[in-house]
């Protein structure tokens, strides 16, 4: 398949830059993702909807009130598709009296979801933690790699990720049965492991996705993980434990209420027990509604419930909704549109070749999408057709298992393929696409046009299309709902030529407001005007911008009785850190003769605490230039907690530069290495996300003329070694 898609991809790719645009792409997969993309698209916008209306009545059983909807009459389900019928039915109940005709009562069992796969992975971390498919694969791939767990060291906490498999050990089966009995008790332990079934053409190469060790609960080592890591690691171990849990029991109830012919409905349900409900429910694309799942009040045939109110609503069928990231890889799924691998990729590629724009978590294709996808229906059909992409996929599954010779399969489709291309080249001979420009509800305010989105070097932009007769172009900005402080226009959101988003006066640059901060609902008890959040290492707090007011306020922490306790760790590794890299040649005796009195001196206290003597209180710790100077040893005890490094950095006088990977010691964590201000010395870690350790910034210590050459090393301005990203 790799053979396959070059073909497609290396020959497809120079043509749409040849016809439509520099920089675009098309492939087997990418291209049938966009067409499904642009189909739901335009079968939203040719929807046609249509009038329905519903009727609730609210009664009240036993001091409770509940909610039944219009069912019909005793016939069957009636439908109301107009207010003329709608009326009928509310002049017939308007006054009688409500009754009870039927109550129909249920056992219904859930069972629990399987093991994630690669696909249900995505879905889910995108329906529960928001997460984009590359994102959630990039913390997987952390997880996977190994994490450095306290106690533990270095441990890969889940297994691969990129599976399609259901398939798990009987190890690690037998330990989640294990943890499940020690923690819920017996009756929440199927009398044997539950097995799932894998898909009929699943490779079947790895097992599902689930923790290397699930007596490894997430709540035991979130010390150890980041936000991402702790929250996908819940998810996975969460899903896999409930997996091998027993059924959830509900108990339902229908109760079918009459009144002057008509039928009314009420349904409800109760969690008789729990089973895998009490550790993990999992997420749905379409929410139910609350009335649904509530508990019904006791009714018994005959009873009278009292009539509260009556609601009539109107309604129209709704277009089906466009495609998010979950819902779109469960359609590639079951369409065989990739595979787990590509899924992530996919997305990816055509959002950023521009194919697709992300509106919340909506994807909504754009113009150039849209003809792309055109061009290709035209001209090379077999493609982008879905069908075809699916039945190459069976294909090469038969080459996988060596039914099939993948030469002729080669051969047959690069014939076809090659005719095509051939043809499409003579067809658009000294042709190019042109591409709509999207347009927008913004009125040109030199000439009155409408104007339209371009795409320029920093980004898109708003243009009027009377370009050469009006040159008037504007940023795109974003309407935040709040009132310039100085004159009373909008504020708006904005996005800089760095990539920055920031908050200015919409009649800039005759009003001069612009901030970073960004604005908030919460209004200044002083002057009532919304305040606006800041938050950067520096200052966490809410600040009032009306000019004479000058209000502030502290936001809001969270407490946690381990961030306080190791944020005086942190300090001390960062001092510490400090007093090595302040280290110079002419003192490392001087250190060296310091550490052998202090190890003479800690075995001299040692007998004094065996001979029953008091242990001599320690001394308060020192400042960081008297430290400094003494070369005092490091602690053993080191810690990775982001946020307590910072405060200790910022205590300390480091500093963060963003243009520049360099560093005291890497706590700040993957692109945020932190500065020491000191000419000429600085510890280097390697990579991103591990803790130094002490021979490493001793061995760079010890060659402090490092050349430039040696590790992309250069000496600023200011007296700073620096090293690049």
Sequence with gaps: WRILDRIVGYQLSPFLW???????????????????????????????????????????????????????????????????????VLSAIDGAG?????????????????????????????????????????????LYEGVSIEGQGLTGLITYMRT?????????????????????????LPAKPRH?????????????????????????????LSADQYKLYKLIWSRFTASQMTDAMMDTTSVDIGCNGYIFRATGQTVAFPGFLALYEEGLDEVRSDDELAPLPPLSEGDEPKHKKTEPKQHFTQPPARYTEASLIRTMEEKGIGRPSTYAPTISVVL?????????????????????????????????????????????????????NYVDILRKFYTGFSGELEKAEKDLEKKRIKIKDE?????????????????????????????????????????????????????????????????????????????????????????????????????????????????????PQRKSKKKDEEAPAAEQNVVTAAENAAETPETAKATKAKKAA????????????????????????????????????????????????????????????????IGLCNYAGEGEIMELVAPKYMAWSGRPGYNLQDNSIQQFMEKPTLKDEDLDLFFDDNGTWRIKK
């Design 196 to 224: 799932y079934k894998t898909k009929k053409n699943a490779q079947d190469a790895h097992e599902a996705v689930r923790p290397t060790n699930p007596l490894l609960d997430p709540e035991s080592i979130r010390s150890s």
């Design 352 to 404: 950023g070749r521009d194919y697709v724009v992300k509106e919340g978590k909506s994807l909504r294709p754009t113009p150039l999408g849209e003809a792309v996808t055109d061009l290709m229906i035209d001209k090379f059909h077999d493609v982008i057709d879905i069908k075809f992409t699916a039945g190459m996929e069976r294909q090469l599954d038969e080459v996988e298992q060596g039914n099939t």
């Design 98 to 142: 409500y009754r009870v005709e039927k109550v129909k009562k249920a056992k219904k069992k859930r069972t629990p979801a399987p093991p994630f796969i690669t696909s249900t992975l995505q879905q889910e971390a995108s329906r529960k933690l928001s997460m984009t498919a590359k994102r959630t694969m990039m913390v997987a791939q952390e």
């Design 598 to 661: 202090k190890t003479t001196k800690t075995a001299k206290a040692k007998a004094q605490e065996k001979a029953g003597e008091e242990k001599p209180k320690k001394t308060t710790r020192k400042s960081t230039k008297k430290a400094a100077g003494e070369g005092e040893e490091r602690p053993k005890k080191k810690t990775t907690r982001k946020t307590a490094a910072k405060k200790a950095a910022e205590k300390y006088m480091l500093t963060y530069d963003p243009d520049f990977a």
């Design 439 to 555: 347009e927008t509800d913004v009125v040109c305010e030199l000439c009155g046009r409408n104007m339209v989105i371009k795409s320029g070097r920093f980004g898109k932009f708003l243009a009027c299309p009377g370009y050469p007769e009006c040159k008037n172009t504007k940023p795109i900005t974003e309407d935040t709902g709040v009132l310039c402080p100085l004159c009373g226009a909008k504020v708006v959101k904005k996005k800089s030529r760095s990539g920055y988003y920031y908050y200015g006066c919409e009649k800039n640059p005759t009003c001069t407001f612009m901030t970073w901060d960004k604005p908030t609902n919460k209004k200044c008890p002083n002057c009532g005007e919304p305040l606006y959040k800041r938050y950067t290492k520096a200052e966490k707090k809410y600040v009032c911008y009306k000019p004479g007011c000058g209000y502030e306020e502290d936001l």
């Design 164 to 188: 399609d498999s259901l398939r798990v050990s009987d190890d690690a089966l037998a330990a989640a049965r294990d943890y499940i009995g020690g923690r819920f008790g017996n009756d929440y």
């Design 18 to 88: 040849r016809k439509v645009r520099a920089g675009l792409s098309a492939g087997r997969v990418q291209s049938a993702v966009t067409r499904l993309i642009v189909d739901r698209e335009r079968e939203i916008q040719a929807f046609v909807p249509k009038e329905y209306w519903s009727i609730d009545v609210t009664l009240t059983a036993g001091r409770k009130n509940f909610t039944a909807g219009f069912y019909g009459t005793a016939e069957g389900k009636m439908e109301l598709s107009s207010q003329e019928e709608t009326e009928k």
